[in-house]
């Protein structure tokens, strides 16, 4: 995916039909432990908001936390959050180098774009088996920073009916939030959702647009008090 560089600032979009965002990514280096490189991505159409973000909303992730509170699983706060963030980050850029997944950081919201090529045969919501040590390799992290919820979000590109790309996002988000499951991470942790064709970040008239829109995200977000 192209990103273009900036200086952080944030552009809005103005319109009935365009929300406003501003991404900051945070790339890789030869440094993979220093969290704080940033990269910003484009805004891809009207109406799709921010390149990474959830897509459940701050109202069903504080239904979340505060679930996860009630459960007996400490908040974070103050500077403590954007801290654990950081070394969460950079344990997930350690595990995940060169493994096609890409880690974006928005605020103290970490996104793992996990492109469908890597992740699914086409047209298909079985996990490729290769993929299953990166998985592994997350699990462990989630597990070991276990005070976020996590939405698992599944994207498809434009082809096919709007109905039948709903189904296979969230047939495909299902798939991945199962696996962390069986590695041990809580499912009383994630929000799993399909966005089907609706959050595009490439072009859907090009075979390379289309590969980029097939993806899964997973979004962690910490548990705050």
Known sequence: MNKLHTTGLCAALAGAVM???????????????DPNRTRTGALIGAGIGAVAGLLTGDDAVERRQRAMVGAGVGALAGAGIGAYQDRQEAALRRELAGTGVDV??????????????????FDSSNLQSQFYPVLNNV?????????????????????????????????????VANYLSSRGVSMQRMIVVGAG?????????????????????????????
Do not use: K, W
Request: net charge negative.
């Open 139 to 175: 699990a462990d992290t989630l597990n070991e920073y276990n005070q976020t919820v996590i939405e698992v979000a599944g994207h498809t590109d434009s082809v096919g009916t709007d109905a039948y790309n709903q189904t296979l996002s969230e047939q495909r988000a299902r798939s």
């Open 104 to 121: 974006v950081r928005q605020g103290d919201n970490i996104t793992l774009n996990m492109p469908g090529n890597i992740t699914f045969a």
């Open 19 to 33: 929300l406003a965002g501003c991404a900051t990514y945070t790339g890789q280096t030869s440094d993979p432990n």
């Open 197 to 225: 064709e609706s959050r595009p970040i490439a072009s859907n008239s090009t075979d390379a647009g289309r590969a980029q829109n097939r993806r899964v995200e997973i979004t962690i977000v910490p548990i705050t008090g």
